[in-house]
């Protein structure tokens, strides 16, 4: 079994064990879900950026969903290596990542046509911002904020519904505000340690001179930004050196790993794509 703590064991005790890393706020029962924070009891608190907490060969199955793409190249092949390191020989590496290949064809058939198509003129306001806003913005929700935004004021229910074919990640309604009472009754130890860091990080921010301030920093939060993109052929190069084969890409509701769609991670209830746009890839440890 993997060795972590005890409670992360007894959810694992007689079943394939799993680890999905990065998780975020997608996780589900059955796995060691682990990120950065954590703000759930299902979720472990584990720096990625390290070698990770558990035993040679712990694991049947390891998932990552939209992770490896906000680290630096040589950090994510770290990454890999240490998830081939926890896998057992013949187990699954399930990766998904924004798509550059779904993105760049987008884009090239959309150029192709703006200067006879009203639709695609506006449908390549959008695709710039898919390809580049994560890649380049230095405030949080960078443009992507303010285009989303804009399409709410005119309620532009075509362009919405061509950026939910695309992405399905961002927020179309905002939730109503928690009132004091509510955010004292949900804080637990995990969530004061999490905006402790935040706000560590910011008053270091300010400590800074303004003019040195915005050459070594932006205000992004932390895991916004992408740091690299990858399509088939170079997901598959980096997945070779890391020692994986056997590489395969599959739709969201595909999988070789038992019972993968009931889990929901990668699928809506309803069968639709967590997050379409994506590339889906499984793989072998050799």
Known sequence: MPSVDKPARARHAGGVNKLNFGCGHRYAPGWVNIDFHSEHPEVLRVNLLRRLPFADNAFEVVYSSHVL???????????LRECHRVLKPGGILRTVLPDLESACREYVRLLDEVQTSEAARRRYEWIILELLDQLTRTQPSG????????????????????????????????????????????????KLRTKLVYGYVGLVKRLLPPGLRATLMDDTRIGEKHKW?????????LLHRCGFDQIVFLSAAESQIPEFASDHLDTEADGRPYKPGSLFSEARKR
């Open 229 to 237: 993109m990858y399509d088939r052929h170079g997901l598959s190069g």
């Open 69 to 79: 793409e906000h680290f630096a190249p040589a950090t994510a092949e770290g990454l």
């Open 143 to 190: 443009l992507i904020g303010a285009y989303r935004e804009k399409l709410l004021a005119a309620n532009d229910q075509e362009m919405i519904a061509y950026v939910q074919s695309r992405t399905d990640t961002i927020p179309w309604t905002s939730p109503a505000p928690a009132t004091l009472a509510n955010r004292v009754q949900s804080l637990t130890w995990n």
